[in-house]
Every structure is written in structure tokens, then in C-alpha cells.
């Protein structure tokens, strides 16, 4: 089964991972993953997927692969999908997932997670059993995706890296069901050159679609970063990012960007080697005076390139008001996949945080 969504079936990639297949398998077509999918969405399809498939393929970008990932619970499993909500809950294997990402972003091709809108909070499901069996990481596929696609998936990236990067360390975090186990040496590598791939190709990414070397860059820094944060978990602004995204109708990586501001000030003080470490890439890349590298640098270019990109700095720009502060942040504190590896514990002082933010 062919898992994709309506706008990649017709945009002619599906055509060209078709004719691949051509006599090789035969194969059906299920064009209908939703954008940002929620848990009914899996549950209204639970009939349409049978059990009589040897594979899934999921084409597209982290909608359509987190789709694949939880239809395949579903299908070993049965039951509803909010069965499996939280850690460690899928009782077995699943069956084989193939990922085939169109865009550079979620990195959903090489984690162990789905994600998905429940009861109106983002919220997911982890197990080693649903961590995808082979991925074809291919820029090609990327060279057309518009600019807006480009630049909303890519903040996911980028910030899967610096929070990968940035995660508490493992020696910090209590044994888990999955391998969110915090920063390590495997995984702050791979961040690192993650990080360096995409801070260097992401405006050019955005601005030059067809610039191959950008979108080159941009794959591979997704690919790495995805893998980091599968081991080393992420932190406070995928949480809050993903409490938004339960709130308001907006991509993904719109709501990172909004709560970047929030989340980085309310960890600055737990990690300001790390950020200066990231500002050092930063100031390399864009041939900057070193001596400007510090932990408020990093913050501070990170809110620049939000705003040259024309992302909302403020949870407030995409439709919170003040009095949302108290639902955004137990929204926040329900995300304990990520929340458990944030480098600062959350304390009474992320309210006044996110008030002074929102």
C-alpha cells in the first residue's frame, strides 16, 4: 500500500516512484493522509486497511509518514489509535514501513514516533516497532516543493537539531520505554552536523529552490537531525510548539517559530555554553566577527532568521490572546516526551514566560 496525500499524487513525484515498481510488486493507492492528521483520522480508515498487505510505503512529508506509522499500529493491533497514546504502548511489531520524504523536515523517516491531534492537543505515540524498516532520502524529490512548504517544514529541521543538541544530558534522564534518553556524544554529533548543514542551506533552501547544493544540504541535515533527536530527545519549544498546534490551525513549523522566543529565553541560563557553542557555527557560516559569539547571539539570530522568513515571533500572532497563557502552558506540561529532556526542569517561572511572550 501506497501512502500519500492528494497534492503528491498529482504533482508527478508519485508517477515517478510508480514506475519503479512497475512489474517489480504489485501495489494499491491510498492518496488520502491528511495534513496535520488526527487521531479520528487514522480511526475513520481503520476498515479501508486490511491486514493482507506485506508493506506500507509512505511518500510525502511528515503527515503521510505519520500517517503510515499509525494505521500500521492499527493494522497489527487493532483498537483505536488514542489506545496507543504516550511511551512504549505498541505491544509488538508492526507492519514493514517505507518512507520516501518529499520534503526536508520532520525527519519522521528514521524516528520511532507518530504524531497526532487528540482531543484537540497534540500528543504521539513512540515504540521501536513503528521506527521505519528502510528510507530513501532523495533532494531530487525537494527541487519543487514551494518556497512556503520549503521554509515551514525546514524551521522543523533546524530546531530538531539545536534541541537535539541542546537536551539534557543522559546521565540526567531516568530509563525510558524509548530511546529519548538525552544528549549523548552519538547524538550531539549528529546534531552538530546537522545543525551545521541546515544553518548554512536553509534561507538559500527558501529563497533559491532549485539551488541542488541547498537542497542537498537540506536533506541530508533533516535525515541527521531526525536521528539525534530519536535518541537524545527535544525540549520546551517542541512542546509548546505542539501545545499551540492543538490550539490554532497552523503548520507545524509556524507554531515552532512562535514559540522559539518563549522557549529559548526560558533555557538560556541552563545551557549557555551550548548555545554559544551553536553561535560559533553561526558566526562561521554567515563569516561574522567572533567576537559577537554568545548565548544571547544564538537567541537573537535565531528570532532574526524567523522574522526575514516572515514567521510569527508570538504565540499572539497566530491567534492567542493573554488569557490563553494558563491552557498553552498545561497543554506544554502533558508533553512529557519532550518535556523530560529539556534541559531546565519546568518550574512555576515558564507561566510568567510564557505571559511575557505570548
Known amino acids: 500500500m501506497i501512502i500519500t496525500d492528494s497534492a503528491i499524487a498529482q504533482s508527478g513525484i508519485l508517477e515517478r516512484v510508480t514506475h ?8 494499491e493507492l491510498f492518496d488520502g493522509a491528511p495534513a496535520e492528521p488526527k487521531n479520528t483520522d487514522v480511526d475513520e480508515q481503520k476498515e479501508r486497511f486490511g491486514s493482507d498487505y506485506d508493506a506500507l510505503l509512505a511518500l510525502g512529508g511528515g503527515s503521510p509518514m505519520d500517517f503510515a506509522k499509525a494505521i500500521a499500529i492499527i493494522m497489527a493491533h487493532g483498537g483505536s489509535l488514542g489506545d ?62 514551494p518556497s512556503l512548504v520549503t521554509r515551514n517544514s525546514g524551521y522543523d529541521a533546524l530546531m530538531h537539531s539545536c534541541e537535539s543538541f541542546l537536551a539534557r544530558p543522559h546521565s540526567h534522564v531516568a530509563e525510558r520505554s524509548i530511546l529519548y534518553q538525552g544528549s549523548n556524544p552519538f547524538s550531539r554529533s549528529l546534531s552538530l552536523e546537522a545543525f551545521r548543514s541546515i544553518w548554512g542551506s536553509y534561507r538559500r533552501a527558501v529563497t533559491e529552490g532549485h539551488d541542488r547544493g541547498a537542497r542537498m544540504d537540506m536533506s541530508l541535515g533533516s535525515h541527521l537531525a531526525g536521528l539525534a533527536f530519536s535518541h537524545s530527545g527535544l525540549g520546551l519549544v517542541h512542546a509548546l510548539a505542539s501545545a499551540l498546534g ?9 507554531c515552532l517559530a512562535a514559540c522559539t522566543g518563549i522557549g ?8 549557555e555554553k551550548d548555545f554559544a557553542v551553536l553561535a560559533g557555527i553561526m558566526s562561521e557560516i554567515d563569516k561574522t566577527s567572533p567576537s559577537n559569539v554568545s548565548a544571547e547571539t544564538y537567541v537573537e539570530n535565531m528570532l532574526d532568521l524567523a522574522r526575514d522568513l ?34 531546565r526542569d519546568l518550574d512555576d517561572e515558564l507561566l510568567l514566560h510564557i505571559e511575557k511572550g505570548i
Not at 20 to 27: G, I, Q, R, S, T
Not at 246 to 254: I, L
Request: proline residues 8%; negative net charge; hydrophobic residues 30%.
Open 20 to 27: 519503479m515498481l512497475k512489474d517489480a510488486v504489485e501495489w
Open 84 to 145: 496507543y497514546l504516550g511511551e512504549g504502548s505498541v505491544p509488538g511489531p508492526v507492519i514493514p514501513i517505507v518512507c520516501i520524504p518529499t520534503t526536508s523536515g520532520t525527519g519522521s523517516q528514521n524516528t520511532q514516533t507518530t504524531v497526532f491531534t487528540i482531543e484537540g492537543v497534540k500528543r504521539g505515540t513512540s515504540s521501536e516497532y513503528i521506527r521505519p524498516a528502510v528510507s530513501i532520502v532523495d533532494p531530487e524529490l525537494t527541487m519543487e516543493l
Open 246 to 254: 492543538g490550539m490554532v490551525d497552523e503548520p507545524h513549523g509556524v
Open 264 to 271: 529559548l529565553k526560558y533555557n538560556l541560563g541552563a545551557c
Open 310 to 343: 516572515g514567521f510569527p515571533s508570538r504565540p499572539s500572532e497566530v491567534g492567542l490572546e493573554k488569557g490563553d497563557a494558563e491552557k498553552l502552558l498545561k497543554n506544554t506540561l502533558v508533553q512529557t516526551r519532550r518535556t523530560k529532556t529539556n534541559p
